[in-house]
């Protein structure tokens, strides 16, 4: 991919998340990968959305070695880089705080899957991470950050589960590029947003059977995926 339209894509998804409301403020940011040149583009840091142009983006490597822009890069950055290097087959990362996710991420929660709209995106609960330590916070909190959901991924495959909750902070999400992350951040939202609402009306609600979760992701996920709207 040219950078050129790594960019592109890159601000669409910083601008996207702001538009469906799921980033007030500066509290998000989208990245994106090249993966054939190790090229990552980023948000950078405290530049406010509706100023935000494709030439503001910082270009770093997977090490975090800015090769092109005058800003500096997200501080989240570190934690989208932990993100590329654990997970090989994604090409996208947006973090938020969108308000019902990060609802479960405080309330130190997984979202239980409690319906189809759910088992559409996600084969199982959406996962939540451990607290991170004392150390992990006071040392290298960034990288810490995404290091605990490489380790709540151990064993975990990343596209069955495109979201994580980082516990007491917020959700972090990918794809296949950085507008796939997005898209998957919005969806993660609404069913966040729907499983509290659901448990709300009855605290008793049980997710549903393993044979209507598979029938669900499976026909959209997976090599004998076959439903599309
Ligand atoms: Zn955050």
Known sequence: MQLREL??????????????????????????????????????????????????LVVTD??????EG????????????????????IGGVVHTHSRYATTWAQAGREIPCLGTTHADYFHGPVPLTEELTQEEIESAYEVNTGKVIARRFQGVDPQRFPSVLVKGHGPFSWGKD????????????????????????????????????DKHFLRKHGPKAYYGQ
Do not use: M, W
């Open 7 to 56: 960019r592109t894509q890159v601000l669409e998804a910083n601008l996207e998340i702001v538009r469906s409301g799921l980033v007030i403020s500066t509290f998000g940011n989208a990245s994106g990968i090249d993966r054939d040149s190790g090229r990552v583009v980023i948000k950078p840091s405290g530049v406010d959305y509706d100023r935000l142009a494709s030439d503001d």
């Open 70 to 89: 005058q800003l500096r890069p997200s501080s989240d950055l570190a934690t989208h880089l932990e993100l590329y290097k654990a997970f090989p087959e």
């Open 62 to 67: 997977l090490e975090g070695v800015v090769v």
């Open 178 to 213: 950085a507008l796939d992350a997005a898209h998957t951040a919005e969806l993660l939202e609404e069913i966040a947003h729907i499983a509290y609402t659901t448990c709300v009306l009855n605290p008793n609600a049980k997710p549903i059977s393993q044979s209507l979760l």
